[in-house]
């Protein structure tokens, strides 16, 4: 299984990015999809996950600015809109996939938020 992120990049505060991560390989149809984020000096954590039946996930501190979304056909591609976004959204982005128990990670993808 790989994961192949896009998206990113640099964008002043207020503004908006989309990032998309598409998954190959042999992937367990009931499975979880998602995007974590890790700032320098800070623990990795959860920004938005959906899962192959529909149910979505988000932090608290992205609710209402974050919108996660899966492609219908293949169900193979995550898409993540961010709106409204804020200096403390700089990150490293990067996708993550688990089911059963396996759990694999893509790339990461910089997100740098200016004020």
């Known amino acids: 299984v790989q994961l192949q992120a896009y998206g990113g990049g640099l964008v002043q505060a207020g503004g908006s990015l989309n990032l998309s991560c598409v998954a190959s390989?042999?992937?367990?149809?009931?499975?979880?999809l998602g995007w974590y984020r890790q700032a320098p000096g800070k623990q990795r954590e959860l920004v938005a996950e959906?899962?192959?039946?529909?149910?979505?996930?988000y932090a608290d501190s992205v609710k209402g600015r974050f919108t996660a979304s899966r492609d219908n056909a293949a169900r193979k591609t995550m898409y993540l809109q961010m709106n409204s976004l804020k200096p403390e959204d700089t990150a490293v982005y990067y996708c993550?996939?688990?089911?059963?128990?396996?759990?694999?990670w893509g790339q990461g993808t910089q997100v740098t938020v200016s004020s």
């Open positions: 993550n996939l688990r089911y059963l128990r396996y759990n694999f």
């Open positions: 390989g042999n992937i367990f149809r009931i499975n979880v």
């Open positions: 959906l899962t192959s039946g529909g149910q979505t996930n």
